[in-house]
Nanobody, 116 residues
Framework: QVQLVESGGGLVQAGGSLRLSCAAS????????MGWYRQAPGKQRALVAT???????NYADSVKGRFTISRDSAKNTVDLQMNSLKPEDTATYYC??????????WGQGTQVTVSS
């Protein structure tokens, strides 16, 4: 059974930084793609950043240049470094993974709140 556990959320002032981490149960290379999504109150869940097994990265336009996704295969983690945070980045952030059978797996979410 796949488990994804997020950590690192919190409250930060605008312009500050946070680093989110997603720990997977087992090797992250069994997933075709992993990434981060976010959902703000009253809005749909939206892609933030993804990284494929081959290392290709993709970012939402709203976070390009501010957020960086990375992975550590030794720790089986995928991290999201968030810099220059804005109040509009406030949301619950979810770790996502899609395995080779194209099944989607989600973490429980971690709250990020950016104050102005």
């Amino acid at each position: 059974q796949v488990q994804l556990v997020e950590s690192g959320g919190g409250l930060v002032q605008a312009g500050g930084s946070l680093r989110l981490s997603c720990a997977a149960s087992g090797s992250i290379f069994r997933f075709n793609v992993m990434g981060w999504y976010r959902q703000a109150p009253g809005k749909q869940r939206a892609l933030v950043a993804t990284i494929t097994r081959g290392g290709s990265m993709n970012y939402a336009d709203s976070v390009k240049g501010r957020f960086t996704i990375s992975r550590d295969s030794a720790k089986n983690t995928v991290d999201l470094q968030m810099n220059s945070l804005k109040p509009e980045d406030t949301a619950t952030y979810y770790c996502h993974a899609r395995d080779t059978w194209l099944d989607n797996h989600w973490g429980q979410g971690t709250q990020v709140t950016v104050s102005s």
